[in-house]
């Protein structure tokens, strides 16, 4: 069975600082997806990345990172430079790839709910 | 270009009622998938339709069900209203069944 683990269940940090959201998961699967989405107070779940299980390159977007470790089925987040306007619950979600092609299932860990302070 | 829709936004309810959600898609988008997300939860998967098929259930009583029309717009259905039914029901839309899934606004259903 498919399972995401986001043991941080909130951050507070300070406008400028550096924050990183973890994310550990598990499936038996070799083809698979994962996700991150932001959730902001108004509810509406913004897509961020996917990544595939074939691809452990890391990704760098502006101020976000993303680090994909295979080794220690691990997915994690960074925010450089934090802003007030990062304050939101961040999911992490893994969907696996059935023999259709198909990853119609995301499993979301429980989130974390990062708040920046000014 | 418009992003997934839905409606109502709120719904407050009874138990034992019936509600009707609805959901358009992205414009192009032919996959629509249901999550409930109960308040300090991840969203939980229920259905994905797509070509107007059910093409994946999760683990939800037979109270729920779902369907999608020829444009691609999707209702879900849930009745026997429960307590426990109160929850942000939200719906995605991807291209394909491959594709990612982008997220609506949601519906904040509440029962009473």
């Known amino acids: 069975a498919q399972k995401v683990t986001q043991a941080q269940t909130e951050i507070s940090v300070v406008e400028k600082e550096d924050v990183t959201l973890d994310c550990v998961y598990e499936?038996?699967?070799?083809?698979?997806?994962l996700f991150w989405y932001k959730q902001p107070p108004s509810g509406e779940l913004v897509f961020l990345i996917r990544?595939?299980?074939?691809?452990?390159q890391n990704e760098i977007s502006g101020r976000y990172s993303w680090n994909f470790q295979k080794s220690t089925s691990s997915f994690n987040f960074t925010i450089t430079a934090s802003q007030v306007v990062d304050s939101a619950v961040y999911f992490c979600?893994?969907?696996?790839?059935?023999?259709?092609?198909?990853?119609?299932?995301?499993?979301f860990g429980k989130g974390t709910l990062l708040t920046v302070n000014p | 270009d418009a992003g997934v829709t839905q409606s109502p936004t709120h719904l407050i309810k009874t138990r034992g009622q019936h509600v009707t959600l609805r959901c358009s898609p992205i414009?192009?988008?032919?996959?629509v998938s249901w999550y409930q997300q109960v308040l300090g939860q991840g969203p939980q998967f229920i259905f994905q339709?797509?070509?107007?098929?059910?093409?994946g259930r999760g683990n939800f009583p037979d109270r729920f069900s779902a369907r999608q029309f020829p444009n691609y717009s999707s209702e879900l259905n849930v009745n026997a209203l429960l307590l426990g039914d109160s929850a942000l029901y939200l719906c995605?839309?991807?291209?394909?069944?491959?594709?990612?899934?982008?997220f609506g606004p949601g519906t904040r259903l509440t029962v009473t």
């Open positions: 995605a839309s991807s291209q394909d069944r491959r594709g990612e899934q982008y």
């Open positions: 499936t038996r699967d070799t083809t698979y997806y």
């Open positions: 414009s192009g988008h032919k996959s």
């Open positions: 990544r595939n299980s074939f691809d452990e």
């Open positions: 979600a893994l969907s696996e790839v059935n023999s259709g092609g198909s990853n119609y299932k995301l499993t």
């Open positions: 339709y797509y070509e107007k098929e059910e093409r």
